[in-house]
């Protein structure tokens, strides 16, 4: 398989696993049943999740009132668009995409 034909899997499945994240926190809390941590929310973002975590915190409405989540799930979006944008264009190590 090629290597671009993973990584888009596996992005894919990382904000998927964000976004349905997002939806069973936020079902859990209304149920007062235990919750995910919000570390392991960040850390689904962390590892490529964010469009998918930020897309869930929006859909379900869950956890928009707090500061760090408000800033901080597009800051991780921001940071990682800012890496791949080096690593496609400025960086020393080529890549091909096709």
């Known amino acids: 398989m090629e290597v671009i034909l993973v990584l888009l899997i596996y992005f894919l499945a ?3 696993v964000g976004f349905a994240a997002m939806g069973i926190d936020k079902r ?12 392991t929310l960040f850390l689904i973002a962390l590892i490529g999740g964010s469009i998918g975590s930020i897309a869930g915190m929006y859909f379900f409405r869950h956890k ?13 979006l921001f940071l990682q668009a800012a890496l791949l944008l080096y690593l496609l264009f400025a960086s020393p190590f080529t890549f091909t995409i096709l």
Do not use: K, Q
């Open 14 to 16: 990382v904000n998927i």
């Open 28 to 39: 859990r809390a209304r149920r007062r049943a235990w919750r995910i941590p919000e570390s």
């Open 64 to 76: 928009t009132l707090h500061w760090y989540f408000v800033w901080g799930m597009p800051a991780i």
